[in-house]
């Protein structure tokens, strides 16, 4: 069974930076693509950005281009986010999802890590 952990997330000042990291961990892993999604209170979950595990090529909503990087480390199966100019808009729950091979979208979660941006 894969599991997804993530970890990094915490309180940061407005134009602060965070990187939050996620491990996959189980018997076998092979996946398309690996991303990060989140959700603010009172809101639907949005993705944020994602990046494909062969090639490495990522994608990025509007709101985070240019303050967000996603990355990944094929070894050790982690993806990283870090998070540059952060700004109060961005307080959320992130999460951090999979879409192993064979599968239609993404279908393995995290349990979120917490993320608030505040003065």
């Known amino acids: 069974q894969v599991q997804l952990v993530e970890s990094g997330g915490g309180l940061a000042q407005p134009g602060g930076s965070l990187r939050l990291s996620c491990a996959a961990s189980?018997?076998?892993?092979?996946?398309?693509?690996m991303g990060w999604f989140r959700q603010a209170p009172g809101k639907e979950r949005e993705f944020v950005a994602s990046i494909r595990w062969s090639g490495g090529s990522t994608y990025y909503t509007d709101s985070v281009k240019g303050r967000f990087a996603i990355s990944r480390n094929l070894r050790a199966n982690t993806i990283y986010l870090q998070m540059n100019s952060l700004r109060p808009e961005d307080t959320a729950v992130y999460y951090c999802s999979a879409q192993r091979v064979g599968a239609a979208d993404y279908d393995v979660w995290g349990q979120g890590t917490q993320v608030t941006v505040s003065s």
């Open positions: 189980g018997r076998t892993f092979s996946s398309v693509a």
